[in-house]
């Protein structure tokens, strides 16, 4: 297995350019969420979804768009990038009800994103 | 409100020295889980532990240990006899909810450094 995978690993975007961050998981995961992380704040959560055509907003959900067509990949969309927006992405995916497991998050390796 | 607070934002030690990171989360849910995460300077999330509401025990593994303590609404980890690989930002989580969505709540993170 692969796990979480994110691409790119690096992007430097023009304020006002549109992107994809892309992540794929291939463990069947139900649930799957993006954060984005500043110094000193932390993961925040921006969407996430419980499966296949389902999303919900996070913490952070302003500028970004999301879809869910497929169990393994949940794209990150950026319409119009924002220096605000400057930061590193990291998505992640969760089994559905195997709560026995001792680890139940899988992150993937992080995208950073710079935004002039 | 659901939050975690990580108040120590550096913590600096001499190697071999023990060192304690203070967690503290808010909620209201009677079921919750809570987490540790590393992340090292290569940047990626390493999961250290998952401890859900019901189970009050202490947790040990090689030096590391964990002091969960409802009455004070705290998660402490320790590191036994650090060493500089243990030199890190440590992130303490909480999710809510009786099934684990994957939808986790970070405090700020305590960036420790080992020094030799």
């Known amino acids: 297995n692969a796990g979480v995978t994110q691409t790119p690993k690096f992007q430097v975007l023009k304020t006002g350019q549109s992107m994809t961050l892309q992540c794929a998981q291939d463990m069947n995961h139900e649930y799957m969420s993006w954060y984005r992380q500043d110094p000193g704040m932390g993961l925040r959560l921006i969407h996430y979804s419980v499966g296949a055509g389902i999303t919900d907003q996070g913490e952070v959900p302003n500028g970004y768009n999301v879809s869910r067509s497929t169990t393994e990949d949940f794209p990150l969309r950026l319409l119009s990038a924002a220096p605000s927006q400057t930061s590193v992405y990291f998505c992640?995916?969760?089994?559905?009800?195997?709560?026995?497991?001792?680890?139940?998050?899988?992150f993937g390796p992080g995208t950073r994103l710079l935004v002039l | 409100a659901q939050k975690v607070t990580q108040a120590q934002t550096e913590i600096s030690v001499v190697e071999k020295e023990d060192v304690t990171l203070d967690c503290v989360y808010e909620t209201r849910d009677t079921t919750y889980y809570l987490f540790w995460y590393k992340q090292p300077p290569s940047g990626e999330l390493v999961f250290l532990i998952r401890?859900?509401?019901?189970?009050?025990q202490n947790e040990i593994s090689g030096r590391y240990s964990w002091n969960f303590q409802k009455s004070t609404s705290s998660f402490n980890f320790t590191i036994t006899a650090s060493q500089v690989v243990d030199s890190a930002v440590y992130f303490c989580a909480l999710s809510t909810g009786s099934s684990n969505t994957g939808k986790l709540i970070f405090g700020q993170g305590t960036t420790l450094q080992v020094k030799p």
């Open positions: 401890r859900n509401s019901f189970d009050e």
């Open positions: 992640a995916s969760t089994p559905r009800g195997r709560i026995n497991l001792k680890e139940t998050q899988y």
